[in-house]
């Protein structure tokens, strides 16, 4: 049940920073390691922060989806220098 919940946590935490950053989505693959690698980000930052949405599955979503956002920011940025 682990590995399923983060697999559809990450598909949709990556679809929607897909969505949001780009226009489109990456493909679902793709969309899937930008939202697992979005909630090991986001969990750090949030974490570090010392806040937690909690909520399940959606608290896990908007961690996930906010920790994208701030991955693909950071590669953008880099691939600009």
Known sequence: MGLIYFMVVGL?????TGQMMKGGGY??????ILGTLGGI????????LGIWPGGGIIGAIVVAFLGAVVLVWITRLIKKA
Do not use: K, P, Q
């Open 12 to 16: 949709i935490a990556g679809r929607l």
């Open 27 to 32: 493909g679902v693959i793709a969309d899937i």
């Open 41 to 48: 980000v986001g969990g750090w930052l949030f974490g570090m």
